[in-house]
């Protein structure tokens, strides 16, 4: 019998590395959102050196430049996703561990740490999107402008009390 759970306890903790499977997408998902933040803001740009309007172009240049953004924030969400999964349940990163120009941003000690540092990077991405609608929306009326700055005032909140810890 003990030989049995012997057996059973090996499979159970070597089926964590199923994990590395969400690592792997995740990674591949974070480097092609890299690229699609690049090409969000390179392709206005080219069009915008094509016919050098640059007052036709303004708004979608900083639209593009804000969906960029967000594009990027995704991205850094999936990587952190991907390394926080793979130093919880497979392995520490050693070659991060002992590179002194490394930060302390990507270690996750635990799944806490994890869901606080995705937590704050989908809030920065809940911010850009806000931004990307202010900036789209067009102000009618007074009551537009008093809904703008309750969303606003609601971003400085969120921004205090995610950095209240600190």
Known sequence: MKRLELIFESFL??????VLLAVVSSLVASFVLFIAGLMEILLPLLKLIKTLDYTVFQK???TAAIASI???LIATFMLIFSLGLYELFVSKIDVAEQ???SSKVLFIN???DLKT???RVV???LIVVFFKHAVDMEYKEPLDLFFLSLGSM????ALYFTHKNH
Do not use: C, H, Q, T
Not at 13 to 18: F, M
Not at 154 to 157: K, N, Q, S, T, V
């Open 99 to 101: 590179d002194p120009k």
């Open 70 to 72: 967000d594009m990027f």
């Open 13 to 18: 903790w070597k089926s964590r590395l199923l």
């Open 154 to 157: 609601g971003i400085a909140l």
């Open 60 to 62: 979608k240049l900083l």
């Open 123 to 125: 809030i920065m991405v």
């Open 110 to 112: 635990n799944l806490e």
């Open 117 to 119: 540092k995705l937590g």
